[in-house]
Each structure stands twice: as structure tokens, then as C-alpha cells.
């Protein structure tokens, strides 16, 4: 068995049991925090190697794809800029939270799309090529419309500035991706083995890095959870699950295909969670991280039982189908 083998041996086991692993260092780290708290000041870097392994995954067709499905593109967008950061907003005014939580609801709520909607999104048989295409867009914009609903839902509890916000985006997010789209276009056409290597061992990579954020923060926030921790896990649930719901019947209001109304339903209620994390660790305060750590946990509950929810949905439709004959 060659090394590439093993490498890729070793991150579909990551993958597989992705959820597993960040339910036990989570609560290794409730058990003994010091053991993972020293990773808190390397959660921001952590982070830009995650979002480089994004940019890894981009190609120049990823980028036509918005010239060719603009309004399913746009739409998705929209929705989710619109329906997660104003649901963060109204669930923290429901539930009453305090404001160190609350902010870190609307930070979440405020995040661009991750990459696990790509994920899900391709094991729910949705539109694999739709979900790039949206979590790109919405990647790009995140410089501008974080900060944007940052500041106008929680700008009365914030010590920070919107050009302060938008400096930490470019620097975590926007560099990364752009760095990693450009060694993707330089390997495809110089070391094109080397480039498949590296979207072999960047899933890996980027389990690794995840696993580490939130167990940092979990360790961090140790007195806010067993205080209020079962308030912001109920948060937390909520905007996920209205974030899917909201997707899939905007998607199906528009009159999207099956396919791409499931797109639109992880794009919207899958977040960026880390992009999250790593805000709340460097402008706030641990407790500020603990929704959007918990809502890293959850979504990738709630995300792979909805898509083998609907890839089962697809199975039934087809073996329900009568057969078409060559002479039909």
C-alpha cells in the first residue's frame, strides 16, 4: 500500500467519524480543560488553514458557475444572509440569554456558509455544483455583511469596530481561500499529483484543526456550560433547524428542483461556524465562543441525518418509479 493509500485511508476514517471525535475531546476537555486550552491562541491560524483547504477545493469552473445560475445562486445567498442572522437575533430575545451568549448567537447567525454544506449537500444527492457556487459567494461577501449585521444586531455590547471585524475576515478567511484557489491553479497545471494528494490529506488536516478549536473552547468555557450551558445548546438547535427549514421552503417556494431546494436547505443552515470561534477568541471572550463551538457539534448532527434523510427519499422515489422501456 503506497503512502497517498494510507493518507487517504486515514482521512475518510477522519470524515467518517468526524461527529465522534468531537464529542469526545469535547468532553475529555470538560474534564480536563488545561489539558486544551493552550490551543486557544493558535484558533485563528487553525482556522485560515481550514479555509486554505476550502480554497484547495475551488477551481475556475466553480467561478462560472455564478455567471451561469445566477438567480438559484443569488437566492440561496440572500436567504441565508437574511433568515440566519435575523433568527439569531430573534432567538436570543426569546430565550432571554445573556449578553455574552446572545453575541455569540448573532455571530453565528452573521457567519458565511462553510464548507460542510458542500458535504452534505453532496450526501443528500443535492446540487453539489449549486452549493459551491453559493458557499463562494457568500465566502467573499463575508468581509462586508459579517461585520455589517455584527455591529447593527449587537452594536450597543461591542468593543470592537466594523473595519476591525472586516481587517480579521480578509486576514482568516478571504487570504486563506484565495492562496489555496491559486495553489490549486498552479498544481493542477504543474504537479497535477501533488494537487490530488493534497485534497487527499486536507480533510484530515481540517478534522484535525476543527476537533482542536472546539475542544479549546469547550476547556475555555467550562463555567459557562455547566451554568448556562443547556440554554445555548437549545439556541443553538433552534437556529439550525430554522436555518434548514427556512432554506428548503424558500428553495421550493422559488420553484428550485428537488436537488437544489436541498442545496438551499444546508447552505442556509449550515454556517461557519470556526470563522465563528475564531472571532469570539480574539475580540471577546471565551463564553462569546461557546454557541458557536456547540452549533460546530450540532450541525454536523443535524446535517448528515438530513442528508441520508433525503438520499433514502431518493432512493424510495426511484424504486417507486415504474420502468421506462426503450419503446415507451
Known sequence: MSTLDVVRRVSAIANRYFVVWVLVFSGLALAA????????PYITPLLGVIMLGMGLTLQPVDFRRLVERPRDVCIGAVTQWVVMPTAAYAITVALALPPELALGVVLVGAAPGGTASNVMTYLGDGD???????????????????PAWVVFL????????????????????LVPVIAGFAL??????????????????????????????VAAVVGLSKATILTAGATAIVAVVAHNTIG??????????????????????????????????????SFFSPAVALPPALFSIWHNVSGPALASYFARDEESVSSSSPAIHADD
Open 33 to 40: 480543560p488545561t489539558a486544551f486550552t493552550w490551543i486557544s
Open 244 to 281: 434548514l427549514g427556512a432554506g428548503y421552503s424558500v428553495g421550493r417556494s422559488t420553484g428550485m428542483s428537488e436537488d437544489r431546494v436541498r442545496t438551499c436547505a444546508f447552505e442556509v443552515g449550515l454556517q461557519n461556524s470556526g470563522l465563528a470561534v475564531a472571532l469570539a477568541t
Open 154 to 173: 449587537a452594536g450597543e455590547q461591542l468593543d470592537v469596530t466594523f473595519a476591525q471585524l472586516f481587517t480579521s475576515i480578509v486576514q482568516v478567511v
Open 184 to 213: 490549486r491553479y498552479f498544481l493542477d497545471r504543474k504537479a497535477p499529483e501533488l494537487a490530488e494528494a493534497g485534497l487527499d490529506v486536507f480533510p484530515a488536516v481540517s478534522v484535525i484543526a476543527i476537533v482542536a478549536i
Open 128 to 146: 453539489v455544483a449549486l452549493s459551491v457556487a453559493i458557499t463562494t459567494v457568500t465566502t467573499i461577501a463575508a468581509p462586508i455583511v459579517m
